[in-house]
């Protein structure tokens, strides 16, 4: 029954970050995402976090969908001529770059997380971490260009995408 919930759960959070995936640009969001890199240089086998900041900017009360490990997020990695990052082992289930993951490349604790909502009055922020080497292998040494996108609290047909931030990978 546990594996059935959390196989449950694993469906809705691919459905959303697939959902974001092809959502269109929206002009009018309630809100706004931005980010910023906790560390500009970071060796690698580190972990390289990223700040991200939902700001309400409407003028009630928005209710922010969040998961404890950043799944409810969809971020990439990319390097200075573009190409996507690898993905790491936990970022082959999350990152929706594998249509049909197999099931021996993943253990059953990657699926299991806590889903909670957040309440954000208009113009106040909601701050969390996300580790981008966590999501993508980030073993080269070089300059990795980082974006994230979450569903819009309010229209989750919308994606609302950050800026991008570059972190430097050094040895």
Same mark, same amino acid.
């Given at each position: ?17 697939? %959902?974001? %995936? ?25 972990? %390289? ?82 580790? %981008? ?39």
């Amino acid at each position: 029954m546990k594996t059935l919930r959390v196989f449950c759960a694993f469906c809705v959070v691919l459905g959303t970050l697939g %959902a974001e %995936a092809v959502a269109q640009p929206h002009t009018t969001s309630s809100a706004t995402l931005t980010i910023k890199a906790s560390q500009r240089s970071v060796k690698i086998g580190s972990s %390289a976090y990223i700040e991200v900041t939902a700001a309400n900017k409407s003028g009630h009360d928005i209710v922010v969908p969040r998961e404890v490990r950043g799944t409810d997020s969809q971020i990439e990695v990319r390097d200075l001529s573009g190409k996507l990052a690898d993905d790491s082992k936990f970022g082959y289930v999350w990152n929706g770059h594998v249509a049909d993951p197999d099931p021996s490349q993943v253990s059953v604790k990657d699926f299991e997380g806590m889903i909670f909502t957040v309440t954000v009055k208009p113009g106040e922020k909601l701050t969390w971490h996300l580790d %981008a080497a966590k999501f993508y292998s980030m073993n080269k040494p070089g300059k990795y260009a980082i974006i994230v996108q979450k569903a819009d609290p309010e229209n989750p047909s919308v994606a609302l995408k950050s800026n991008v931030v570059a972190v430097t990978m050094v040895p």
